[in-house]
T-cell receptor, first 116, second 109 residues
Framework: DGGITQSPKYLFRKEGQNVTLSCEQN?????MYWYRQDPGQGLRLIYY???????QKGDIAEGYSVSREKKESFPLTVTSAQKNPTAFYLC???????????????FGSGTRLTVV | EDQVTQSPEALRLQEGESSSLNCSYT??????LFWYRQDPGKGPEFLFT???AGEEKEKERLKATLTKKESFLHITAPKPEDSATYLC??????????FGKGTRLSVIA
């Protein structure tokens, strides 16, 4: 079955540590996105990528980094510069770049990151 | 700046009690308005896309409508399994989706 796989489901980070969240899709989608969700908040865009080896900052990119070396993969690194990283992180993908298809974005099941 | 405002923040209904969720938006050049359902601890699940004022779409007990300034998600005779957070998102120009904060719906048996 096609879909988006995010791992791990739960992640704990110590102060000052970098962590990487994995996002893999087998939908042959061109564009991929990372959103952050805090309790009672909507989804806020961190980074997005329309094609391999290219990505753009979203509204809250500070303290995060990404890479897009393969079409299927779009990992997100939460660096020590991100002062409040505890949140629910969602990866999504869409066909035909960022122009919306009839079915919008396909989302993964999320990674919950907690700073300990 | 594109904005999406959803109301109410939370809604509690008795089973069978119909109601509506609102999504108002201010964007220039709307390309599409999207509704998603999100269960706790899960990723959003796509429900509908609306492209132009006057458009309506239905799926089981849900019906989405669109005007030039807002969209409504009507829930007819809801069941407890309809309990979830409903998210609205818009796309303007060639930019990624902008999401509202969502409406948390609880349907009590």
């Amino acid at each position: 079955d096609g879909g988006i796989t995010q791992s791990p489901k739960y992640l704990f980070r110590k102060e000052g540590q970098n962590v990487t969240l994995s996002c893999e899709q087998n939908l042959n989608h061109d564009a991929m996105y990372w959103y952050r969700q805090d309790p009672g908040q909507g989804l806020r865009l961190i980074y997005y990528s329309q094609i391999v080896n290219d990505f753009q900052k979203g509204d809250i990119a500070e303290g995060y980094s990404v890479s897009r070396e393969k079409k299927e993969s779009f990992p997100l690194t939460v660096t020590s510069a991100q002062k409040n990283p505890t949140a629910f992180y969602l990866c999504a993908s869409s066909i035909q770049g960022i122009l919306p298809p009839n079915y919008g974005y396909t989302f993964g099941s999320g990674t919950r990151l907690t700073v300990v | 700046e594109d904005q999406v405002t959803q109301s109410p923040e939370a809604l509690r209904l008795q089973e069978g009690e119909s109601s509506s969720l609102n999504c108002s938006y201010t964007v220039s050049g709307l390309r599409g308005l999207f509704w998603y359902r999100q269960d706790p601890g899960k990723g959003p699940e796509f429900l509908f896309t609306l492209y132009s004022a006057g458009e309506e779409k239905e799926k089981e007990r849900l019906k989405a409508t669109l005007t030039k300034k807002e969209s409504f998600l009507h829930i007819t005779a809801p069941k407890p399994e309809d309990s979830a957070t409903y998210l609205c998102a818009v796309q303007a120009g060639n930019t990624p989706l902008v999401f509202g904060k969502g409406t948390r719906l609880s349907v009590i048996a």
